[in-house]
């Protein structure tokens, strides 16, 4: 599995994958901090429909992850590793301007 992990996302050595897991787990930890923060400085609480809760928490979360990310790997020596993964995320939530054209 690690294997083809390092092939995938053409990795040299166990220790940069082991670096990469790392930056991952600090970075979704981080987040989530700083999201608890956010809503507290704000004000928001368990008072609010979680729908709405939900909603604030994937609008806030997403750029904060992808920052975060970033730095966090850049400070692990692996920013170009996380800038073209980050690269990737960007274009999936992005909206395409791809069109299906239907040939008359």
Do not use: C, H
């Not at 897991?21 to 700083?34: C, E, M, N, P, Q």
């Not at 008072?47 to 997403?62: A, D, E, G, K, V």
């Amino acid at each position: 599995m690690l294997r083809r992990l390092k092939n995938r996302w053409n990795i040299e050595s166990n220790f940069q994958l082991l670096i990469i897991f790392f930056v991952f787990s600090i970075t979704g930890s981080s987040a989530l901090w700083v999201k608890k923060q956010l809503f507290g400085l704000v004000g928001f609480d368990d008072s609010l429909p979680f729908s709405l809760r939900l909603l604030l928490s994937i609008l806030l979360i997403t750029p904060i992850y992808q920052v975060l990310l970033i730095l966090f790997g850049a400070a692990l020596g692996q920013f170009r590793f996380f800038w073209e993964l980050e690269k990737k995320m960007v274009q999936r939530f992005a909206f395409s301007r791809k069109t299906n054209s239907i040939q008359e």
